[in-house]
C-alpha cells in the first residue's frame, strides 16, 4: 500500500545524499559532548565485588527481607562487561518485585542504558523498555535520548521506532532535541518502506501523532496528518477500542477526519506552514485502499457465513466512520486542491524534512539539556551520599544494639 509514497522518500533520500558528499552521514547526530559519559564518569567512585553484592542480595532475599536500592545500585554501577549486564537485569527484575520496588532510582536507570549501550547490549536495553512494568525502567529524556542515537548510528530504525513509541506511551516528547531525534527516526524508517501490520502501524501512527502535536510546523503538521491517517486506518479495520487500548490517546472516533482537519489549518493559517506532497499522497491512497476494501466486503456479505460473525463488534463499531469514507474522499480532493492553489504543498518528502530539521536544530537544542543533565547529576549524586550516610548511620546503630545485647546476655550469664 502506497508504495510509491516511501519509494519516493528513498529515491529523495538517496539523492539528497549524493548531492551534498562532503555532508558528513553523522553530522546532525547528538554531539559527542552529548553522548560523552565524562559528567557520569565524573561521579564519586563506589567499587564493589559484584559477587559479593549477588551473594548479599541472595540470601537477603531467601530470608524475605528487602534489598536497599542503594544496593541493586552499586551493582548496576559496577557492572564491567556484557555477561555482568546479563546478572544486572535479574537483579532488576528481582528488586521491582520486592516490596522495595517503588524505590528505584532514577540514577539506576540512567546508569543501566548506559551500561547496556557501552558493553554492547542494547537489546537488553530495549527489553526492559518494552517490559517496563516488570523492570521498572522508566528513563527520563535525556536517557531516552541516548539509547535513540545509539541505535541511529547503527542504522537500526526499528529498533530506534521502538524507543520512540516508549517515549510515546510515556508521553516523554518535553525536551525538544527528543522531538527532533524522534521524528527523524520515524521518518528514516518509513522512508525504508517496511511492511507494517495494522497493529505497528497504530504504534507509529500514535507516535508520528503526539510528537507531531509538539512542532508547530511543516515536519509537525505532517506528521500530525500521517499520524491520524494511520489511525484512522486501524480505526476502520479494527474499530475504535483497538486505537486506544493502552495508548495515551483521544477516545473518540474519527481519526481520518482528524487528519482532514490538519489539512483544514494549514489551508486556513496565514504562515508559510505546509504539508509534505507524500503525506498527502499516503492519505489519498489510503482512503481509495478503505474504500475499496468496504466495497469488497459489502460484496461479500452473503457469503461470509461464520466467520464474520466474529467481526460483527467491530463493523458495528465502525459503522458509522465508513459510511463517512466518500465524504471523507471528497473532502480530500477539495483540500488537496485548495492547498496546492495557495502553494501549501512542500515537495519535499518527509524524509528530506525530518533530516534538515536535525541538521539545523539539533545542536542548539543540545546546550540545555547538557546543563540541564549537569545539574540532575549534581542533585542524583547529593541523594546518593545523603543514603549513603543514612546507610552507614543504621548499620552502625545495628552493631551498637548487638552489643548491648550481647553485654546484656553476658550479665545475664554471670547473675
Known amino acids: 500500500m502506497a508504495a510509491s509514497v516511501w519509494k519516493q522518500c528513498v529515491t529523495t533520500a538517496v539523492k539528497v545524499k549524493c548531492l551534498s558528499p562532503s555532508v558528513s552521514a553523522r553530522r546532525w547526530l547528538l554531539s559527542a559532548a552529548y553522548t560523552d ?9 563506589d567499587p564493589q565485588n559484584l559477587a559479593v553484592l549477588a551473594s548479599v542480595m541472595d540470601r537477603t532475599y531467601d530470608r524475605k527481607f528487602p ?4 544496593t541493586v545500585s552499586r551493582f548496576v554501577d559496577n ?8 546478572q544486572a537485569e535479574y537483579y532488576l527484575y528481582k528488586f521491582r518485585h520486592s516490596p522495595n520496588c517503588w524505590y528505584l532510582r532514577d540514577w539506576t536507570v540512567h546508569s543501566w542504558i548506559r551500561q547496556c549501550i557501552k558493553y554492547g547490549a542494547r537489546e537488553k536495553a530495549l527489553h526492559t523498555l518494552k517490559n517496563k512494568v516488570q523492570y521498572g525502567i522508566f528513563p527520563d529524556d535525556f536517557t531516552f535520548n541516548l539509547l535513540i542515537d545509539s541505535y541511529i548510528k547503527e542504522g537500526d530504525f526499528k529498533s530506534a521506532c521502538s524507543v520512540v513509541e516508549e517515549v510515546m506511551l510515556q508521553e516523554a516528547f518535553d525536551l525538544p532535541s527528543t522531538q527532533i531525534l524522534s521524528l527523524y527516526t520515524l521518518g528514516s524508517y ?3 518502506r517496511p511492511q507494517l501490520p495494522v497493529l505497528e502501524e497504530r504504534a507509529l501512527g500514535a507516535s508520528l501523532l503526539i510528537c507531531g502535536l509538539r512542532q508547530d510546523n511543516t515536519v509537525g503538521l505532517s506528521a500530525q496528518l500521517l499520524g491520524n491517517a494511520l489511525l484512522g486506518k486501524v480505526e476502520m479495520l479494527k474499530g475504535i477500542h483497538a486505537v486506544f487500548k493502552g495508548m495515551p490517546l483521544f477516545w473518540g472516533r474519527g481519526y481520518l477526519g482528524r487528519a482532514l482537519a490538519v489539512m483544514e489549518r494549514v489551508a486556513a493559517a496565514s504562515g508559510d506552514v505546509k504539508l509534505s506532497r507524500d503525506t498527502l499522497e499516503y492519505m489519498n491512497d489510503l482512503l481509495q485502499e478503505l474504500s475499496s476494501t468496504s466495497d469488497t466486503d459489502t460484496s461479500g456479505d452473503e457469503s461470509a457465513g461464520e466467520e464474520d460473525k466474529k467481526e460483527d463488534t467491530i463493523e458495528e463499531d465502525a459503522q458509522a466512520e465508513q459510511a463517512k469514507l466518500p465524504q471523507y474522499a471528497s473532502t480530500f480532493k477539495e483540500l488537496s486542491s485548495q492547498l496546492e492553489s495557495q502553494g501549501k504543498v512542500e515537495s519535499a518528502s518527509f524524509h528530506t524534512l525530518v533530516t534538515a530539521l536535525a541538521q539545523q536544530n539539533l545542536a542548539a537544542a543540545e546546550k540545555p539539556d547538557l546543563e540541564q543533565y549537569e545539574s540532575r547529576v549534581q542533585a542524583w549524586e547529593a541523594e546518593r551520599r545523603q543514603l549513603m550516610q543514612r546507610e552507614k548511620e543504621m548499620r552502625e546503630k545495628a552493631e551498637e544494639e548487638k552489643r548491648e545485647r550481647l553485654a546484656a546476655r553476658a550479665a545475664a550469664q554471670q547473675a
Open 37 to 45: 559519559a565524562k559528567i557520569w564518569e565524573a561521579r564519586e567512585k
Open 79 to 86: 557492572v564491567s562487561s556484557r555477561e555482568e549486564v546479563d
Open 67 to 70: 534489598v536497599s536500592s542503594l
Open 190 to 192: 518509513l522512508a525504508t
